[in-house]
Each structure stands twice: as C-alpha cells, then as structure tokens.
C-alpha cells in the first residue's frame, strides 16, 4: 500500500497579506533611507563650501588679497553683446580659486587674459570660435565644460539639468542705480549645454557699495580685498553660498563656475515657492537674484574664517533677516547673535 506526502502551499490571501506587509515597511523605510541621502548630500555640500572658502583664504595668502568678485575690465574689446567699458570679461570668483582646488590643469588651459585686471580680452563666452548659429553667437573655450565636483551640490542636478530659459556666463555684476543684472548663453548642445556648472557663489554685501558701504561683501567686481579689510572679523563674514541660480521648480537658470561673479544680498532668503494671499497677486520666492539650495528649509554658506552654516530658508524679514543682512557686510560693525541665524 502506497502513501503519497506533500506540502501545502501558501494560499492566495496569505501570499496577499505577506505582500502587503513587505510593502508597509518599504514604505516605512523609504522615507528614512531618503533622509540618510539627504543628510549625507548635504554633509558633502557642507565640505564643498569649506574647501571653497579655504582656497579663498589660500588664495589670499598667495597674493595679499582674495579674488575679485568678478572680473570686469574697461579695455576689454567689444563683442557681439557688449560693447567698452564693459565688454568683458566677466570672469568669476570661482574660476580663481581653481589651482587651489586641485583643478590646476583645468585652469592652465585658460587664456591668463581672463584673469588680468584691465586686460583687453573680451567675454569669456563670446570670444572664442566657432561660434553657434542659435542667435545668441556663443563660443568659448572647451575647458570651460570641465565639470568640478566640489563646485557642485550633490542635492542638486545642475549639470545635468536643461533650463528652460538659459545658462549664465555672468551673473551678478553691477548695473546702477540699485539693481544686478547678468548675460546667458542657449542651452544649446555644443555651445552652453555642456558648461561646467555651479551651485555656489560668492558674497558682493547688501548691494556693494550703491547704498551704504559698510555693507559691502568681500567679494564685488574687481574687488582686490585684503583680510585686514573684513573689520567685522572672517567668523562673522559670509564669503560663498548656495544659489540655484533660478527658479527652484520648473528651472530656468543655472549658473557655471566660469561665469559665477558675486550676488547681494538684499533679496533676502525667499522660499522655494510661495502662494499669494489675496489681494496680493504674486509673492516673493527663490529666484536668480537670491540665494537658494534644495535643501529642506536651509541654505548653507561658508563663511570667511571656513566654516560653515545654514540660515532659515523664508528669511525675508525680521531679526534672522537682519542678521543675514549684517553677516554679508564685512565691515558695517554690528555684533550678531549667531544664534539667531
């Protein structure tokens, strides 16, 4: 007499419910396994911003002074866009502290035009042929689309984002009475698309000098700022932030490190997006004249002694604005309350 034996399987509710199961603690975690990226992402932006800052401080300890925010020279020749006093050539901090970033070799293939005060080369990004066919007669040297990772955010994907409007190879120069202005290049492949792009950029003070010069920044057009300058002491003194360099969703802008001059900082930290409240029509938000990362609720800055922290993204008004405000001006003589940033 045979007996057969076998095993009983699961049944379709209990395969079900051990499924649904599974996909509860996926769900739980997640959310934690996202926070870990996110807080490492920002643990490496935190670095990125030190390194920036001490290269800043190595810089001026090669030279006697830190790197002008921005290079703009009277005796630049004319381009297609500009014309002297102010053709050119609009190269940024960042772009100085290259050999003190380990990107020596990037910065030996760039003209030493570009970095000489009162040269007479033109705008970096419309200099150099072949120049594109798009409208906008963009052409610059190809070792501008070298990609720097410690110029960018890991929160980010600046390099990797097409904007919808452009990409600056100037941002943040001087255009009186009381406002900044700036020239992009197309997203065009071969001619922009391509540029090595950047999440950081340099301090300029509340708005230079236009209004009250104790709060200028260290960093403004052709500024040649010495140590000795920052009276506010470099512990109190932002040197670089984050900026995304345009709208947070949908993006418009971004910025490269070739072209990342100095902001103000008078616009205050808006949040990424806002709602207006009637009868208001629109509200201020995170913009290409404002810093700005994404970064839950915080944007970071380095500050001139290397040290980093994160400021209140919203912060538009009040004692955290305020204090914002003061920590851009290097020698305006006010005591800050870092507890209030």
Not at 67 to 85: E, H, K
Not at 289 to 312: E, L, N, W
């Amino acid at each position: 007499m045979f007996r057969r034996s076998g095993r009983q399987g699961f049944t379709l509710i209990e395969l079900l419910v051990v499924i649904a199961i599974i996909a509860v603690l996926v769900g739980l975690l997640l959310p934690a396994v996202q926070k870990v990226r996110e807080a490492a992402a920002r643990m490496s932006c935190q670095n990125n911003l030190k390194q920036i800052a001490l290269a800043a401080m190595n810089f001026e300890s090669s030279y006697g002074r830190l790197p002008p925010g921005g290079l703009i020279s009277p005796n630049s020749v004319a381009n297609v866009w500009y014309s002297p006093p102010g053709a050119g050539p609009f190269t940024g901090a960042l772009a100085f502290l290259l050999p003190y970033m380990e990107q020596n070799n990037v910065y030996a293939q760039l003209p030493a035009g570009l970095f000489t005060f009162n040269t007479t080369t033109t705008a970096w990004a419309y200099g150099t042929p072949p120049f594109s066919s798009d409208g906008n007669s963009t052409g610059y040297p190809k070792v501008c689309e070298s990609v720097v990772k410690s110029f960018l955010c890991p929160s980010d994907n600046a390099q990797d984002v097409t904007p919808s409007s452009g990409i600056w190879d100037a941002l943040g120069f001087p255009a009186p009475p009381n406002f900044i202005t700036g020239d992009y290049v197309y997203a065009t492949p071969g001619f922009g698309q391509a540029l090595g792009a950047t999440n950081y950029i340099a301090n300029a003070g509340y708005f230079w000098t236009l209004l009250s010069p104790q709060y200028v920044g260290p960093y403004t057009p052709n500024s040649k700022t010495k140590i000795t300058e920052i009276t506010d002491g470099t512990s109190n003194t932002i040197g670089f932030g984050e900026s995304l360099s345009g709208t947070y969703v949908n993006r418009d802008f971004k910025n490269t490190w070739m072209g990342s001059m100095a902001l103000p900082s008078a616009w205050g930290l808006p949040p990424d997006t806002c709602t207006p409240v009637p009868p208001a029509t629109s509200c201020s938000q995170a913009g290409w004249t404002t810093y700005s990362s994404k970064h839950a609720g915080v944007i970071q800055f380095a500050m001139c002694d290397g040290s980093v922290r994160g400021i209140p993204k919203g912060s538009t008004s009040g004692t955290v604005y305020n204090n914002f405000i003061y920590s851009t001006g290097m020698k305006d003589g006010v005591v800050i309350n870092q507890s209030g940033l």
